[in-house]
Structures are given as structure tokens and as C-alpha cells.
């Protein structure tokens, strides 16, 4: 049975000399919303240097990768227009310390209750929304992807630098992450009146004010009838983008047994909760959490066996092809934190400059 996705992807504007982020995303979404309009939704984002592009509800992948693509020329069209460059990062190469969040309520009410910690949250991210039938379904979904969060990071990880520096990390945007009150994956919850019932306990708590500010990486969404997953960094191609919305797609409709693929274990919370960091630092350059048994086991058998989990699902939507392309690069060439990584050793700045340019065409 086919399903839906969306996919919502945050871009920065730098300048291109330093990497440092330029407070012009206001200008931008004046300038784009009526592009916009045509392919999905421009929004402002918690700093003035972002900007969110959300897609239209999407059938197939070939939709969606028409949206993003479409805004993606189009906003980098804009910043080279006014001197700019418009990444897909998990986070800017370097940031500008006085930097102040976005001059909207809801932003400066999230603002007041989490201090220093708010100058660092210049975090980019991928959300993938996929169709449930209801909130039990979103919920049995989010308990079946927990699992799986690990290794999804690994492939999408695009967030090796903060500050001019080389953090040692694939994605220092996850490690930023994990200082929110709630933060990483969730815990299994029964379904949704359990959920609901405990998130609410939860308002009031550090910085929980409401749910959009539950920072785990998969959630039942409160606007739409989907599941978010939002452990992606932002990536800097749409084509990979694309390939990540349908696996989860994928993985959610063997969830709910809609598609057959390989079974995961019941794996403990705090070993969950290592894997993911784990998969932070090391990317797929060493071993992952195989989800199968909860062992550490040598990354491109973990990634074959993601692609096992989500087989049927790709191929009930015509994804297999395409996804198995995205995933042999990766694999071959690296995520995005290698690739920016190779981008500086081999063109310094400039290099770098010219691998993380939100362009449209792929940059493999």
C-alpha cells in the first residue's frame, strides 16, 4: 500500500569569503514566496541567517525531488544575486557570536528559556514526514524506526566543522543537539494516548513549553497526519535528501507491516542512546549499531541491512533504483561531512566554499 512523504529542508546564507552566516533569510523568503508558492512553503527559522523550504504533500519521490530542486535553483540563484551562498549544512562552518534569534514570538519565547545554549543553535536539519493512518500509527511507527535512528545519522551526517575547526565528529550538529531537554531518540511508548500523556507531563520541564519543542529525532507530528523523523543533518544535494525521505518511507511502511523487510531487535534505551552519538562522531567510517542484534558490526553491512529493512516499501513506490544508487555513492564516496572534509584538504576555503553551495544539480 503506497503512502505519502514531505520534506522539509533548512538552509543558511554565508558570506562566501569568511563561511560566516549573514542575517538575510527575511529578504530571501520576500524574494522567494511567490517561487515558493509553486513548488511547496518558504519560513523563517530560528536565526535570521535560515530559512526553511517545506514540499508539498508528495505521491512519489520524482515529486518531491521536483520541489526541492526547483527552490534550491532558485535560492541559490538569489544568494549568488546578492553576493551570498545558500548550504545545505548541519551547521556553518564558522558562526557570528552576537547573533540574535529571529525577531518572532515563538522563537523568542523558546529563546528565553535555554541561555548560552541558544547562541550554538545555528543547527540545519532534514525533517521527513510520512503518512500514518492515525497517531497510533505514527506512534507504532516512531517505536519501529527507533532502532534504525543510528545509522540514518551515519548516512546523512554533514556537520563536521564548528567555529574554523575540525570538531573529530561527522555530526556536531547531533552532539549540539543533545542539550535540549528532551533530546536523541525517544522512548517506546504503548500508543497514542501514552504519548500524549506523557509529553504532556513533560510541558513546563527545562525548556518543554509545547510539543514543537520535544527535540527527539522521530515524533508523531501535531500538524499533519504523519511521522517526523528528524535525525538528518541538511544535506548538500536534494538527490540525497530524496533518498533518505524514502527510505524512512520505506522503513515505516514495513513497520506497520504494509511491506516486508528485515526485523529489528528490541534494543535498550541507553544502548540506543550510545549508537546514536556513536554514529555522530564516527559516520560510516567504522562500525554502527547493527539493529538486527544490537552489535557493533562494520557499517556498509549495517547500511545493506537498512536497505533490507525498507525493501518492500521502495519497491511498492518505484524508489529501489534510485535509493540504491544515492547509497552505492555514499558508500563509494563518502556523506556529506567526508566530502566537505575532502572539499577543504584538496581546495582550502574555496574548495569548501564550492562543495556545500546549495546548488541543484548533484554534487557527486
Avoid: K
Avoid at 529578504?27 to 514566496?33: F, H, K, P, V
Avoid at 575540525?166 to 550538529?173: A, L, Q, V
Amino acid at each position: 500500500m503506497r503512502t505519502t512523504i514531505g520534506v522539509e529542508e533548512e538552509f543558511v546564507l554565508l558570506d562566501p569569503e569568511t563561511l560566516v552566516p549573514v542575517e538575510r533569510a527575511r529578504e530571501a523568503q520576500d524574494a522567494l514566496r511567490r517561487t515558493g508558492d509553486g513548488f511547496g512553503r518558504v519560513m523563517a527559522e530560528f536565526f535570521p541567517s535560515q530559512l526553511e523550504f517545506a514540499s508539498p504533500v508528495c505521491e512519489t519521490a520524482g515529486q518531491a525531488l521536483a520541489s526541492i530542486t526547483g527552490f534550491r535553483e532558485e535560492l541559490s540563484a538569489w544568494a549568488a544575486e546578492n553576493g551570498l551562498i545558500a548550504c545545505g549544512v548541519g551547521l556553518p562552518y564558522r558562526v557570528a557570536q552576537e547573533a540574535e534569534v529571529t525577531d518572532e514570538p515563538r522563537y523568542r519565547e523558546i529563546a528565553s528559556h535555554f541561555g548560552l545554549i541558544v547562541r550554538d543553535h545555528q543547527l540545519n536539519g532534514l525533517h521527513v514526514h510520512v503518512g500514518v493512518a492515525d497517531r497510533d500509527a505514527a506512534v507504532a511507527a516512531s517505536n519501529a524506526l527507533r532502532p534504525w535512528l543510528p545509522v540514518l545519522l551515519a548516512l546523512s551526517a554533514n556537520s563536521p566543522y564548528w567555529n574554523g575547526v575540525d570538531t573529530g565528529f561527522d555530526s556536531w550538529r547531533a552532539i549540539h543537539s543533545r542539550r535540549w531537554t528532551t533530546h536523541g531518540i525517544p522512548p517506546r511508548f504503548l500508543d497514542a494516548a501514552d504519548y500524549d500523556r506523557r509529553t504532556v507531563a513533560l510541558r513546563g520541564v527545562g525548556g518543554t513549553s509545547d510539543a514543537g519543542t520535544l527535540n527527539w529525532v522521530v515524533r508523531p507530528s501535531e500538524r499533519y497526519p504523519t511521522v517526523e523523523v528528524r535525525v538528518f543533518d541538511a544535506q548538500l544535494d536534494p538527490e540525497t535528501s530524496v533518498a533518505l525521505a524514502s527510505i524512512v518511507r520505506g522503513l515505516v511502511l514495513a513497520s506497520a507491516g504494509r511491506a516486508t523487510g528485515t526485523q529489528a531487535a528490541e534494543i535498550e534505551p541507553e544502548l540506543l542512546d550510545s549508537a546514536l552519538w556513536h554514529a555522530a562522531r564516527n559516520g560510516l567510517a567504522a562500525d554502527l549499531l547493527d539493529p538486527r542484534d544490537g552489535s557493533l558490526a562494520d557499517a556498509r553491512a549495517v547500511v545493506r541491512a537498512l536497505l533490507d529493512a525498507a525493501a518492500g516499501g521502495l519497491a511498492e513506490h518505484g524508489d529501489t533504483a534510485a535509493v540504491s544508487a544515492v547509497v552505492d555513492r555514499i558508500l563509494r564516496e563518502g556523506n556529506g561531512a567526508t566530502r566537505q572534509r575532502a572539499a577543504m584538504t584538496e581546495g582550502g576555503m574555496r574548495g569548501l566554499t564550492a562543495a556545500i553551495s546549495a546548488d541543484a544539480v548533484s554534487t557527486y
